[in-house]
């Protein structure tokens, strides 16, 4: 089994930067792909980034540029690093981690990954 906990939403003004973690445990060697899923109100969830577990990184297209996803393995710790919010950014934030590989961006689907957590909010206000 694997659990994962978000960590540092919050909100902020449009522009602003916020930084998730993810903290995960349990049988994490047997995790070869981690993510963050996002769902805004009366939107579908969506795939925002993936990481596999050699590093190659797959984002959304509305988040490219902006925002960053890395791992630090030896703290089991999955990261998204956003910088210049935007309103439409606005949503709860998902970690979610699979013992398959990833497929990507906008291929990854939520069932896909086995394990997610329970979310943290970011609200972006313009």
């Known amino acids: 089994q694997v659990h994962v906990v978000e960590s540092g939403g919050g909100s902020v003004q449009a522009g602003g930067s916020l930084r998730l973690s993810c903290a995960a445990s349990g049988y994490t060697h047997s995790i070869h792909c981690m993510g963050w899923f996002r769902q805004a109100p009366g939107k579908e969830r969506e795939g925002v980034a993936v990481?596999?577990?050699?590093?190659?990184?797959s984002y959304a297209d509305s988040v490219k540029g902006r925002f960053t996803i890395s791992q630090d393995n030896a703290k089991n710790t999955l990261y998204l690093q956003m910088n210049s919010l935007k309103s439409e950014d606005t949503a709860m934030y998902y970690c979610?981690?699979?013992?398959?590989?990833?497929?990507?961006?906008?291929?990854?689907?939520?069932?896909?990954?086995?394990?997610w957590g329970q979310g943290t909010q970011v609200t972006v206000s313009s």
């Open positions: 990481i596999d577990s050699d590093n190659s990184t």
């Open positions: 979610v981690a699979s013992r398959g590989y990833c497929y990507g961006i906008p291929f990854s689907a939520p069932e896909d990954f086995g394990y």
